[in-house]
């Protein structure tokens, strides 16, 4: 008799990526200018999909550090209103701070569940979420609740990472940091970056949440730096699912796997410098 399968505690989950971010969540916006220029033509185009206008209401869920909701922002002008979003109470704070330095006073930011929206129905032209579907346990659950939450022909536009093997920038370092970490595989409904990514499961998820004309299209994301080590520093403070990876390692082995990871990406180096391929898949589709 086959042993069974371990079950994904979605619970627990959720209260490891809060602690998570909310420890790493100053890294990831002191690398902004880094990670702007990686995902910017992302955000550029998930924007342009969400017919983004000035006066609009917006939604950004998973903001992060304040993005895309400060590109958002200076879409919809000092007349539109930014409601930006996160799990993470800490992470939430960064993007106040972000849109305070900026004086965009047309954002508003609070800590909320991306799955349980704690807003009223019919409020928003649009709602965007730029690489968190994808870490959300019930991921039909969530665009259920955006659907909600937008008002009639109301669009939603986000991003994911497509697959792995389109994105050897992610999955090489998790392989190996997988490896040193000792860690078992996924287990089936566990979420990840990668979770989202296979041929037709954006459309599929989002027809099955009620949205109409969903279209998806794939969108290169070189990670560009000076350097695999320069790579491999950004990945290390920013990048906290690979730290969580192997959280329950002593110090030195920890530095041992990363060292393992720097060398594994010099193969993307060159006299230009270092760029690791990449791609996400941005989705749109209408009330």
């Known amino acids: 008799m086959a042993e069974p399968q371990p079950s994904f505690d979605a619970a ?3 209260h490891a990526q809060r602690e998570q971010w909310n420890k790493d969540g100053a890294a990831w916006r002191r690398w902004n200018p880094t990670l702007d220029r990686w995902y910017g033509e992302v955000t550029r185009q998930m924007l342009d999909l969400a017919r983004i206008q000035p006066g609009q209401s917006i939604l950004d869920v998973a903001t992060g550090a304040g993005e895309p909701a400060v590109s958002a922002a200076e879409r919809v002008g000092p007349s539109g209103r930014v409601l930006a979003t996160d799990l993470a109470e800490g992470i939430v704070e960064l993007a106040r701070q972000v849109a305070r330095e900026r004086s965009l006073q047309q954002i508003e930011t609070r800590a909320m569940d991306g799955e349980k929206l704690e807003l009223p129905d019919a409020a928003f032209d649009a709602v965007l979420c730029r690489l968190g579907l994808m870490y959300m346990p019930h991921p039909v659950t969530a665009l259920r609740e955006w659907r909600r939450v937008l008002k009639p022909n109301g669009r939603v536009a986000l991003a994911v990472f497509s697959t792995p093997d389109r994105n050897p920038w992610g999955a090489l370092p998790a392989s190996i940091l997988r490896r040193r970490a000792q860690l078992p595989p996924p287990v089936a409904g566990q979420p990840g970056p990668f979770s ?7 459309e599929g998820l989002l027809r099955q949440a009620g949205f109409a004309e969903p ?3 794939a969108v290169p994301v070189p990670h560009r730096a000076a350097s695999s080590a320069e790579y491999v520093r950004v990945a290390r403070e920013a990048f906290g699912a690979f ?8 110090h030195q082995e ?3 796997a990363w060292n393992e990871v720097e ?3 010099r193969g993307f180096e060159s006299p230009a410098g270092f760029e690791a391929p990449g791609e996400c898949l941005v989705a749109a589709a209408t009330k």
Do not use: Q
């Open 243 to 250: 730290n969580a990876m192997m959280a329950h390692l002593p």
């Open 263 to 265: 060398s594994s990406m």
């Open 254 to 256: 920890r530095v041992s």
């Open 196 to 202: 989202l990514g296979a041929s037709g499961v954006l």
């Open 215 to 217: 279209e998806v299209c």
């Open 12 to 14: 627990k989950y959720k």
